[in-house]
Every structure is written in structure tokens, then in C-alpha cells.
């Protein structure tokens, strides 16, 4: 059984990276706590039997999707697996309005009728949250295809799992975005595991990021426990792409503390392996010792932030809990579109 990723996070670098200032250090911390703090709540109210059906959890990895957002910029299209919650954050959505989704409230995204695994924002270029494994990947590259159709410079970022990467239809899409060379950055989220087999007994090439070689897509294993890092790549994927090159892979080393649902125990991996990662890896102590280290903040702007995100998270759960149900005529809505 592996014991965490392949190439692993390496220790918190005792000098901060010349292209990031304090300020932005800063910034990954706090957006980094935010999806930490939520999940952890999440989880919580789950247990409480506050929120029904599946959830998938981004506790470990909140560092990927952190440091590719930094490097967006407006238009830029996102477009994620089932486990999205931290997508929802990093793009700007409303913590309240994602929670009372995750609840079944009226003042959810989708009006409290899709739950975790259907959520959306046109407003923030956020396409979902989707359910099936690997469907988000042609619709991803579709997102492209329309990008480069309106002549824009956007790109988009499509994320899936290391358990999504053997799906035939991924590899469709792999061929056509580099046919019509599309501005999609395919976001391996490698977290070991998938549902709950290891990547080593699921994969005969266990390099993810290779798996567009045929077709001629460029690939590149990025630490994904380590926001600088991935903030590194995320920027010149993103030149890549904007530059008219056509699509990439990044294949995300991560690692996700929690089970694949709630409802997995994870007995597939030992409690010492999980300590382990969280102990020597986690993606916030890293910027936590880069902040602390450098001189770029102290203790008391830590805590500062850290109570500013429990604040934002708690009044979230609070609006969620006392945001009414739908009305039960709200079944016959969000069906069908007039033309």
C-alpha cells in the first residue's frame, strides 16, 4: 500500500518565494483556513443529520485549487468532480449560499434541489459540482471549445480525480482539445485513492500527467500540497494555454485526510499514514511556517484570520439551518428553458 504520494510535499521552504509578497502568502492562508474550516463544518452538520444524501469532503487538498485560482483571471471557467466545495470558495460563491445547498434551503445555489454535487454559478464561472464519474471532462473541453469559438483568451479548469483518469471519455476529450488545440488545463487531482483502491493497483502507469502523450498534450506532476508550487505551474499552464497552444495536464499530488463520502471509513489506509501526511505535509502549516519564518506575519494575525473564517463559516451554518425548505412548487421549476 502506498504511503502517501509518490513525490511528496517537501517541508515548509524556510524563504519565501521571490514572486509572492507577504500579502499573498497571506491570502493563500486565509483561503486555504476558509475551505478547511467549512469542510470541517460541513462534516459536522452531516453528522448531525443536517445534510442528507453524499458528501465529499476537500480536507488535504484545499492547496490545488487555491493556487490555480490565484492565476485565473475573469471569464476563466471552472468545472469540477462531486467533491466541489472548495472549487465553490475559491471561485467567490457565497459560503452561506453553498451551505444552504449542502442543507436543501431555499437560499442554496440550486435552490435547495441538487445538494452537494449540483451546484452552480454563472455569475462565477463555476459549471459544477457533477455526480458521475468523469463527466465533467467532455463538458470541461466543451467549455473550451466555446472560448476559443468567441475568440476570447479564456481558459478553462477542469478538474478530476485520479479515479476518473482511466474513463474512455476522458481520453476522447484529450484528443479532440488537442485537435482543435482548446484552452483547457485538465487539473488531475491525484489524491492517492480514488474511491478507496490506490492508484498502484488501479493503474498500469501510475505518472498521471502522461496520459495525454499520444495525443500530444503536454503533462507535469506538480506537488499539490504545496500552494507555491502549484501557484508555479497554474502560471505557466495558463500562458500555455492563453498563448493558443492548446490544452495540458497537471497532474495534482494531493492527499485527502478524510474518507472518499462521509460514509467511508477509509480502513484502505492506517491512521499512522494519515498523521503522517497531516504532520509533515498539510498545505496550511506549510504557509503557516512560510508567514512565521519570514517575518510576513505573527501569531496575532494568524489567530486574526483564523477567527475571521470561523466567524464567516459559523454565521454560513447559521443561515443555512434557519434559511427556509423549498416550497414543494419549486419541483415543477428549473426544468425546461424557454426559448
Known amino acids: 500500500m502506498p504511503k502517501g504520494p509518490s513525490k511528496p510535499a517537501s517541508g515548509a521552504n524556510k524563504k519565501a518565494p521571490q514572486a509572492l509578497d507577504g500579502k499573498q502568502l497571506l491570502q493563500f492562508y486565509r483561503d486555504m483556513l476558509l475551505i478547511r474550516r467549512f469542510e470541517e463544518k460541513a462534516g459536522q452538520l452531516y453528522g448531525m443529520g443536517l445534510i442528507g444524501g453524499f458528501c465529499h469532503l476537500y480536507i488535504?487538498?484545499?492547496?490545488?485549487?487555491?493556487?490555480?485560482?490565484?492565476?485565473?483571471?475573469?471569464?476563466?471557467?471552472?468545472?469540477?468532480?462531486?467533491?466541489?466545495?472548495?472549487?465553490?470558495?475559491?471561485?467567490?460563491?457565497?459560503?452561506?449560499?453553498?451551505?444552504?445547498?449542502?442543507?436543501g434551503r431555499i437560499g442554496g445555489y440550486s435552490k435547495g434541489k441538487g445538494g452537494s454535487m449540483h451546484m452552480f454559478s454563472r455569475e462565477k464561472n463555476f459549471y459544477g459540482g457533477h455526480g458521475i464519474v468523469g463527466a465533467q471532462v467532455p463538458l470541461g473541453t466543451g467549455l473550451a471549445f466555446a472560448q476559443k469559438y468567441k475568440g476570447t483568451d479564456n481558459v478553462t479548469f477542469c478538474y478530476f480525480g485520479d479515479g476518473s483518469a482511466n474513463q474512455g471519455q476522458v481520453y476522447e476529450s484529450f484528443n479532440m482539445a488537442e485537435l482543435w488545440k482548446l484552452p483547457v488545463i485538465y487539473v488531475i487531482e491525484n489524491n492517492q485513492y480514488a474511491m478507496g483502491t490506490s492508484l498502484a493497483r488501479a493503474s498500469a502507469q501510475p505518472a498521471l500527467y502522461k496520459r495525454g502523450e499520444s495525443f500530444g498534450v503536454p503533462g507535469r506532476q506538480v506537488d499539490g500540497m504545496n500552494v507555491t508550487a502549484v501557484r508555479e505551474a497554474g502560471e505557466q499552464a495558463v500562458a500555455h494555454c492563453r498563448a493558443g497552444k492548446g490544452p495540458i495536464i497537471l497532474e495534482m499530488m494531493t492527499y485527502r485526510y478524510r474518507g472518499h463520502s462521509m460514509s467511508d471509513p477509509a480502513k484502505y489506509r492506517s491512521k499512522e499514514e494519515v498523521s503522517k501526511m497531516r504532520a509533515e505535509h498539510d498545505p496550511i502549516d506549510q504557509v503557516r511556517a512560510l508567514l512565521l519564518d519570514n517575518k510576513l506575519a505573527d501569531e496575532d494575525a494568524l489567530k486574526a484570520v483564523d477567527k475571521d473564517v470561523k466567524e464567516i463559516v459559523q454565521k454560513a451554518a447559521d443561515f443555512s439551518q434557519n434559511n427556509p425548505e423549498p416550497d414543494a412548487s419549486e419541483l415543477w421549476t428549473d426544468i425546461t428553458v424557454e426559448a
Open 60 to 103: 488535504g487538498q484545499e492547496a490545488v485549487v487555491v493556487g490555480l485560482q490565484a492565476c485565473s483571471k475573469e471569464g476563466d471557467a471552472v468545472i469540477t468532480s462531486y467533491r466541489d466545495h472548495g472549487h465553490m470558495l475559491a471561485c467567490g460563491m457565497d459560503p452561506g449560499g453553498v451551505m444552504a445547498e449542502l442543507t
